[in-house]
């Protein structure tokens, strides 16, 4: 019963993974802009290839190429 239990957990968490790692991507490269819009809209994932680039001592400010937001640029390189 135990080992079907871990069985079950594992192909989930497999599953999980191979949609975040292989489907999403895919689908980016796919549909650029829909795909694109539905990150920037709800799940807040930006690039900031949209404008120029100003540094305030702190962060890197941009604009996301996708949503036209002005987004900052966090010490990881991740844009928000």
Known sequence: MIQTSIAVFLMVIGAF?????IVLPLLGKLFPKSIGKWCCEEMGWHNGKGGDRSFD???????????????????QGNWF
């Open 17 to 21: 993974l191979f949609c975040m790692i």
């Open 57 to 75: 001592g702190c962060s890197v400010h941009a604009v996301c190429s996708i949503c036209d937001k002005e987004v900052m640029q966090d010490s």
